[in-house]
């Protein structure tokens, strides 16, 4: 019995592990009236669920058949993309060493058997507000002050995350890299002041054209920037990045200086992974990087792109 993730509704997401029924039934009358609440019978239902879409918070059962709790915690402790979620395990056994192991191996809490609600709804709640603390805190980090929008430092790792993401469930994987047109010219007409503004207007702008919670935008350096699309494929992409250079055009920032319009334009360079195997997200990369290249080389203000065909 498994239910797929998914982030479409405002709730947080709880994944219940356990191999009986009767103890899923349990957790579900107890969390599913404030969560969404999502079930695995096995160590790997869980493990392939969290891949696609990570929960906010797992409970998890100690002994199962195949992959016991134990293993499952430290598998998700290992992978990067699911590193962050509190497991709490749930289990009949009160052995002290267990419970020595178990937080050892990155579980933030022990709940024995048969469970009280009050009490495990609680512990939830207190995990989840520390988790959402953390995530905020961590964003914060990973944010480019001037235009509130990703820093490269993020982007460099989510651009790792996706890749592997897209290898694993042999997805496509589009990336767009795009530089404001005549910018400098821009900050020489009307001041770094006015071209502060203008950035941050153009963030505001990819962010509000990128439609999906999964596509990210970040300030990949100066006036340049990044957008990852996951699972889009090339048609798709080519359509956002369309999107991307109207919107953009749509602001209507006055440039006296540019040689293209009389507005701030964006060159763009598109990438698409698509095979299933080979290469490198630093090969995207750096295709997107030869795409832009050729738009700002061939007229500015338009969009060049290309498909990285991986091994088969």
């Known amino acids: 019995m498994a239910k797929l993730l998914d982030s479409t509704h405002g709730k947080p997401k709880?994944?219940?592990v356990d191999d009986q029924p009767i103890n899923i039934q349990v957790m579900y009358r107890c969390f599913a009236g404030d969560y969404q609440v999502?079930?695995?019978?096995?160590g790997e239902q869980a493990l392939e669920l969290c891949k696609g879409n990570p929960?906010?918070?797992?409970?998890?059962d100690v002994v199962m058949p195949g992959?016991?709790?134990?293993?499952?915690c430290k598998r998700l402790k290992a992978d990067e993309t699911t590193s962050h979620i509190p497991i709490i395990f749930v289990t009949a056994h009160t052995d002290p060493a267990q419970e020595t192991h178990?937080?050892?191996l990155g579980a933030v809490d022990f709940i024995a058997k048969p469970v009280n609600p009050d009490v495990v709804r609680a512990r939830v709640k207190t995990h989840l507000t520390l988790k959402f603390q953390s995530d905020l805190l961590r964003r914060l980090v990973f944010l480019d002050g001037l235009?509130?929008?990703?820093?490269?430092?993020?982007?460099?790792?989510?651009?790792l995350t996706e890749w592997a993401r897209a290898v694993r469930s042999n997805s496509p994987l589009s990336l767009i890299l795009l530089d404001v047109d005549f910018f400098k010219l821009f900050n020489d007409q009307y001041g770094h002041q006015a071209g502060d503004d203008?950035?941050?207007?153009?963030?505001?702008?990819?962010?509000?054209?990128?439609k999906r919670p999964?596509?990210?935008?970040?300030?990949?350096?100066?006036?340049?920037f990044a957008c990852i699309l996951p699972e889009t494929s090339y048609e798709d992409a080519l359509a956002i990045a369309d999107r991307l250079q109207r919107s953009i055009r749509e602001l209507n920032i006055p440039h006296a200086t540019s040689s293209v319009a009389d507005v701030i334009t964006i060159s763009v360079g598109l990438a698409t992974r698509v095979g299933n195997a080979g290469n490198e997200a630093t090969d995207l990369i750096g295709l997107a990087d030869i795409m832009l290249y050729e738009a700002k080389h061939t007229g500015r203000a338009r969009v060049c792109s290309s498909v990285l065909e991986t091994a088969t």
């Open 14 to 16: 709880l994944l219940v």
């Open 38 to 42: 999502f079930m695995a019978t096995s």
């Open 55 to 60: 929960p906010d918070l797992i409970l998890l």
């Open 67 to 72: 992959l016991d709790g134990f293993e499952v």
């Open 102 to 104: 178990g937080l050892n």
């Open 147 to 159: 235009t509130g929008v990703f820093n490269r430092r993020y982007f460099d790792q989510q651009i």
């Open 198 to 210: 203008a950035l941050r207007q153009v963030a505001n702008a990819l962010k509000i054209s990128l």
């Open 214 to 224: 999964a596509d990210l935008v970040a300030r990949f350096g100066g006036e340049e």
